[in-house]
């Protein structure tokens, strides 16, 4: 498990084996390896993680590749085979956590269940990502994040009303459950550091079960409630934040603002801004409530205004009013955003072979420990004999 220097961070000295494979369990390893963990990455044979493959391609790797593997070891090792188990087994019993994104009962059918893994190390945290969690009537169902989205309330809000609901645009599924994976990690990490004793050296270790609808279901926010105390099943709304006004998408002459004038005081200073006094002074809209009730005739105020201006004239304006407001980015306009650039969200990095690519920086941002990228995304098998001879193992360096 030694087989790079160690790496600074909040998470410096922890080691981790991850053997899940595309978004989910990835993403949640990606976190903890930007904070200094000891990420060890266990790849099949032959293509190795399917996500090496997806979307667009540099001389056969994707792009993604490089920022979801980044701080990571490839170890190539074929988990349906009993010796490489074995070898698996020997790391996790080095290590503080091991992460899957497999389908409920495929590590119990390696013999890699939490309850054999904790026997020889005690200590251990598992997180465990899938469709629907480790137990319940769906345990063994097919779960994908698109599937999960749907589930948890998401896909049904995210269209226009009348229209198919669309997706997002990104994997928000899957990186909700990484997130919440993480957290529930840190979670259990703390627990461990409570719960040391001669009887366990380490701490007490645990399980972290997240299911990918549940992760979705957790962010719903008033969804559930709504229904259960009015009847009320929330529908599609396109732009708007329903109950919630004025918060919308706003045509000007040369594309689209999104304007937030919510809060009492900046519905306000929106108003004088757009000059509408009258609204702005309308004692009926003093609050959430009256607006709600009247949000149609203040999206055409707004409106009004935008559309004879354009996008720079209309942030200029209600930027001095102090309310918020934006453009809608492309990725080149976070490309060439300065305050991308000046917080360090955009890196530069050189891959394995030799490309000069630009990549999301590191968040959060820790003011005593921030988190690096200290090593580009491994090439497939790259570390397999390396951190194998640490553990006195001989292997062939052909992935």
């Not at 949640?28 to 190795?48: M, N, Q, R, Y």
């Not at 190539?76 to 503080?96: G, M, N, T, Y």
Request: hydrophobic share 40%; proline share 6%.
């Amino acid at each position: 498990m030694n087989a790079s220097p160690p790496k600074a961070g909040a998470l410096a000295g922890l080691k981790v084996v991850e053997l899940g494979q595309l978004i989910a369990g990835p993403f949640a390893t990606k976190t903890l390896a930007d904070f200094g963990a000891e990420v060890i990455k266990i790849e099949p044979p032959g293509a190795g993680d399917p996500l090496r493959q997806w979307r667009l391609l540099h001389n056969g790797t994707s792009v993604w590749w490089q920022v979801q593997s980044r701080n990571k070891q490839s170890v190539v090792l074929d988990l349906r085979q009993a010796d490489d188990r074995s070898i698996v087994r020997r790391l996790i019993d080095e290590a503080d956590i091991v992460v899957e994104n497999f389908k409920p009962g495929t590590m119990e059918g390696w013999g890699l269940s939490y309850e054999e893994l904790s026997a020889t190390n005690p200590g251990l945290l598992m997180l465990r990502i899938s469709g629907y969690g480790q137990s319940g009537p769906y345990r063994d169902r097919p779960g994908f994040g698109v599937v999960a989205e749907a589930m948890g309330g998401l896909r049904h809000l995210t269209a226009e009303p009348g229209r198919v609901p669309v997706r997002v645009g990104v994997s928000i599924g899957d990186t909700l459950a990484s997130l919440h994976g993480a957290i529930g990690l840190l979670m259990a990490l703390h627990h461990r550091s409570q719960t040391v004793s001669d009887e366990a050296p380490k701490g007490r270790g645990q399980v972290v079960d997240v299911a990918l609808y549940e992760a979705v279901f957790n962010c719903m926010e008033s969804l559930l409630p709504e229904y259960s105390a009015f009847g009320v099943v929330r529908e599609p709304a396109g732009s708007s934040l329903p109950g919630i006004a004025p918060s919308n998408v706003y045509a000007c002459r040369d594309g689209h603002v999104l304007v937030a004038g919510n809060g009492d005081s900046i519905f306000r200073r929106l108003m004088t801004a757009i000059a509408r006094d009258d609204l702005a002074h309308d004692p009926q809209l003093a609050g959430n409530t009256g607006r709600v009730a009247r949000v149609a005739e203040i999206d055409a105020a707004i409106g009004d205004f935008t559309a004879r201006r354009s996008v720079a004239e209309v942030l200029e304006a209600l930027t001095a009013a102090q309310v918020p407001a934006g453009r809608i980015y492309t990725a080149k306009d976070i490309a060439e955003d300065p305050h991308y650039r000046a917080r360090g969200m955009i890196e530069r990095i050189t891959t394995a072979d030799g490309l000069t690519l630009e990549v999301p920086g590191i968040v959060p941002r820790l003011s005593l420990t921030p988190g690096r990228i200290a090593s580009a995304a491994p090439t497939l098998g790259e570390h397999t004999q390396a951190v194998l001879a640490a553990l006195g193992v001989k292997r062939d360096a052909t992935p």
